[in-house]
Each structure stands twice: as C-alpha cells, then as structure tokens.
DNA sequence: CCCATAGTCGTCGTATACGATTTCGTACTT
DNA sequence: AAGTACGAAATCGTATACGACGACTATGGG
C-alpha cells in the first residue's frame, strides 16, 4: 500500500475535507465518526487530529474535543499577516532561481486571471490566485520557509468562498500588481525590492478586507 | 492534576529534556523506554512525540521511530535564515510597544553580556542573550510570528554548547549590534529600519558561522 | 574466509476495551 | 413557570494486546 500509515491516510483524508470544503469552519470533529468513516480505529483518527491542530487548521479542547479552526476576522488578520512576511521572503528567495519558463507559465495564469475579471467567477479566480503565487515561491530553496508559506496557504483555503468574493474590488489591482512583480523578478532586481513588493501585495488584500469590514 | 492530560505531560517532559541536552541529537526516542520511565503507556506518548515532530524537534521515520533532530549544518542555516526572517518581523512588530522599562532591562541584560566578554562562558552567554531577545520580540501582538519564533529558538536550543561556543569571534560584534538596535527602538525608527536591523543582526551570526566551517 | 539467507528479537502501528469527563435531557423544587 | 439538581448518553483519554515491519545474528554455502 504506497498510501503509508493509517495515520497518514486519516491526515490526508481530514485535511482535504477540510481545504475542499467538505468539513465547514466550526464543525464538530467527532472521532468515533471519523474513524468508522474511514474503516480505521480512533488511534489514528487523533493522531492526524493532533497534526491538524499543530498546523492550525482545527483546534482542540481537552475532554471537549476538536473543530474545523474558524475565521475570526482576528485569526484571518494575523494569518495574513504572517503570510505576507514568510511569502515576501519565499519570494525573494526564489526569484532568482525562477527560469523564464516559469515566468512565462505565471504570466500566462495572470492573463487568465485578467480574463476572468468580466465574468467575474470568484472560486477560480482565487485558484489561478494560487497557481500563480505557487510558481513564484516554490523554488525557494529553504524548505522551513515553505513550508510555513504552504501552511499558511492551507489555512485561508478554509475560507471556501475565497477573499476575493469577500473583497471584489481588490481583484483588478491584484493582477496589476502580479505583473510588476514579474517584472521585477524579470530584470533582476534586488531581494529586498521584490520582497517588499510581494509583501505589500499580499498587504493590500488584507487592507482592502480590513477597510471593508469596518464600513460594514 | 494541573498539568493536565498525559500527552501533554510527555510532551512538556520530552520536549524540556531535549532543550536542556539530556537527549542528545541523534539519541533513539524509543516510545516504551519513554513511556515506562514517565510512568505513562505509550499512546500519550505518541502524541507528544508526533507533536515535537510537527515543531522541528524530533524526527520521525515510519517503522523505524523517533530520534533528536540533528544539527545537520544546512539545518542549522535554514533554521537561521528562517528565524532571521520571523524574528526580524517579530522585533519590528513589538517595538512600538516596548516601554522605556523593557529597554532599561534588555540594556542591563547586554551590560551583563558585555561584562561576560572577557572571563568568557558561553552557556552564561547563550542564555543572556535569549534573555535580551525575548524582551524585544515577546510584545509581538500577532501569536503566529511569535509562536513561530519560539519554534526556531527551541530548534537551536538542541546545540547545548551554544552557537557562541563555536563563533567566538562573534559574542563582541553581538553585543555592539544589541546597543544599536535599542538605540533604534528607542528613537522611535521605522518599522523597515528595525526590522532590517534585526534581521541583520542574525544573519551577520550566521555569516559567521558559515565563514567559519570554511576555513574549517 | 566471505557473502547470502533465514530466523529471531526489538520496536512500531493499530485495534479493542474500559475509566473519566462533559453535555444534554428530565424531573423536581421553589 | 423558571431554575436547579440529578442521571443517562455521548465522547474523550489511556491502558493493554496483538499483528507487522525492520534490524540484527547466526548458520550454511560458495
């Protein structure tokens, strides 16, 4: 079975429920349920439960039990935020290391996203989102830095219906703002400058969410 | 019972023997040995072991079990690189709401250090200045980037003989570059400034080990 | 004398079982 | 009628038990 441990298959098992949507913020993670569910004991059911937790993606109450991690508007702040700071570095990191392949195939995803902008479909948008970002950091030769930039991207994605259909305005700029960032990887500008770039882009989707909430 | 559930006592146990050195990297975390010793059966144990494992502190093969994170040198550099990013962030975010009262004792703290420079002990060293960081960082308002500074400086902590140990050249240019950084903090710097600083101030550590392996 | 292979031992992985704790429903009291 | 106290059901936490896998070792063949 190349699927590894029942451990492992119960962690990939939850975890995709989780991202897809299956699993919605708050629900109650029962682990008699999961395990039956899955035609496994409830060993291994708390072990994967256990490395959710350690990734932020449920929360867990002794004797009480654990639920899919929420969205308070406080978490999502400060998960943004901490994105903005590890993918600002990922970024950088990788810029150099981006051949023009790679480029291309990113600016071809944020073609696509322009394309996108009319028949605005907010789930897509906020995939080809991702496709683009992934082909900027993940040559980052740090893998500690990835991985915590793909944790964090693992947390937002329990936002189902995305930030762009929380925030629609934001979108435009956003593919503005991806294309001056290939630029500057292009000509080869220096770490601090794309750092700062990627990380103020990823800023100005939280202000923009943030200046929204408070209109509200 | 304060201390709350099993697995929680074995991961406290496990994780505090591994900081102070009584688990060497490399050593075999065999889960009955463990389990026996703490007086537990080994599933609390599991757990504590897989949640190390998700904090860097223990690795983990499946079939094979669990041993004390090594201090492979590319581990050493990417842990550095990567508490260089979070703690430089980690610094600028606090300082704004660092009182004049904090300053005064991470001061005291780097005179000590200083004082330490000639009779030179290392232990004493590497203590004083976690002591001096933890007072710039510990205001971090976002959890996350704080949680994920004290991961890296666990992860170091496994080198028991201390990075200054094997850098001796380094311990006065540290103490120097601490005065600059309150000096900073205290004019009120930009967030920028602050947080390159920080960051610098790590690497240029890391530098210094790196430049040393090589003439090694 | 060295290498291959089979057997044994140690350790991990998971299932099952039982005690502990919480929560919810119901009945009783004020 | 509302609040409280008691009890039962559900769920979690841990122990024990057994099967599976990998690593050591000893023995036989080259």
Known sequence: ???????????QAVK???????????YRLVLGAIAKDLGVSVVPVREAIRRLEAEGLVTFERNIGATVAGIDPTEYLYTMQTLSI????????SAPLIDP??????RAVNEEMRDCLDHFDPIRFTRLNQDFHSVL?????????????HRGWNRL???????????PGRARGSVEEHENLLRLI???????QIEKAARLHRSATLDAYLAQTETA
């Open 186 to 192: 292009e000509s080869g500008a220096d770490s601090d």
């Open 1 to 11: 079975m190349v699927a590894g441990s029942k451990s492992e298959q119960a962690y």
């Open 16 to 26: 995709a429920r989780i991202i897809e949507g299956a699993y919605t913020p708050g």
């Open 86 to 93: 590890v993918e600002g570095a990922a970024t950088a990191l």
């Open 101 to 106: 392949a790679a480029i291309a195939r990113a």
């Open 157 to 167: 994605a329990s936002l189902r219906s995305s930030t762009f259909g929380f925030v």
């Open 137 to 149: 950091f993940e040559h980052c030769p740090n893998p500690h830095i990835l991985d915590l930039v």
